[in-house]
């Protein structure tokens, strides 16, 4: 981001990674996508392979997208409910998002941050004000963080980096964060070293839409997001720097939704078919309103089409975790949750400094767009256990090394759900005993008892007893 523009204004070219491929074949998705209704047989053969846990191709997945029949269509569901429970059990992982800065050279037609919009209040945070926020955080319980940027010449690697070690650094009684997620402009290999090497979890950058034409509309030649390619390259490039875990994602309802779909499915392919490793999580993101936006003409996602994604992307990469975010309503996310959900945000906040300075009210003007599940962690932490999920704060595996390769062997043959159940229990036990109300007390404590009767016997079984009594006595961090 600090090379010189050209004399014309445009961004100056950027150097792609060795390993850049253009994989969308859009005449190809096209035809898969208006190919007509499978036979049934040829569905549930795709279903079958998915439920051996196989990642699936995008001729696959396009099968799954056209079938028409009622019974058909319950099946995928039910496979993905399927799915989701061998590879990741009843856990719900729960984050929150952090806003650093929203200034940005970009002009997304979609976004509030861009830079053309006059209605936008634009600020970055002060080291003292992360901390504030930090601290806000870990007072209701958090332990794991998603910092978000702008792109911007201010916010450079090094100063993401710095921000990192900042955030981890903060202590507020019990709290602490333990996890230092980053959703942050494309780097090159040399900026995705330097973050990487400040200890970052997960680096997230979404293609927003894998169809060119859509994609040129919505991002400005004259822009940096206006380069597809170089975006698109992005996680070869974090791959080459060491970065092992990267999420990838889609804004649903800027074009098909069934292209876009065919887009992360081959995007996934082609990560682990290069580097041996896919994508560590796939978002999905629906458009929503936002300020000084005008979405009139766009190709929305209505609800069932929106469940359908979810199924089909889960069912086509069986080891990615999958993110459902409160862009959604409370209703429709408790539904989607059984379709192959594995994380979501809570108690969240997306205005510049909101944490400590919002009240109960949307400020549209210093956020990116409009939050649909505005309920505090504690309430969405509550409806999670009485829905029988099992909600956690679990940070082991990044901590133990348990990352990229790693990670696929772990999840590819379904190890997570028996692996990682331990971990979720006790820091489900720890936010119990530091953060949680009575009523969401009691709920919890209830879910634990369950959990702990149906662990089969034996020596696992008898740590995680007494890594839950330790916790209950007031020890931290108690993970394996």
Known sequence: MSASRPADGRPPQRALSAGFADFVDEAGFRRLIGAGAPEAARVRDVLARSLAKEPLAPDEAAVLLRAEAPELVEEIFDAARRLKRDVYGRRIVLFAPLYIGNLCVNDCGYCAFRASNPDSVRRTLSPVEVEAQVAALE????KRLILVFGEHPRYTPEFIADTVRRVA????GHGEIRRVNINAAPLDVAGFRTVHEAGIGTYQVFQETYHRATYARYHPAR?????????????????????DDFGIGALFGLTDWRFDVLGLVAHARHLRERYGVGPHTL?????QPASGVDLAGAPFVSDGDFKRLVAVLRLSVPYAGMILTAREPAALRREILGFGVSQIDAGSRIEIGGYTEAGDAQVMDREQFALSDLRPLDEVLRQLLEDGHVPSFCTACYRMGRTGEHFMEYAIPGFIERFCTPNALVTLTEYLQDYASAATREAGRRLVERELAAFPEGAAKESLRRRLQATRDGQHDLHE
Do not use: I, Q
């Open 283 to 287: 978002s999905f993101p629906r458009l």
């Open 223 to 243: 822009t940096f997001k206006g380069d597809y390619d170089f975006r698109l390259d992005s996680p070869n490039r974090a791959f080459e720097a060491g970065c």
């Open 139 to 142: 007072r209701s319980g958090h």
């Open 169 to 172: 650094a903060v202590r507020t």
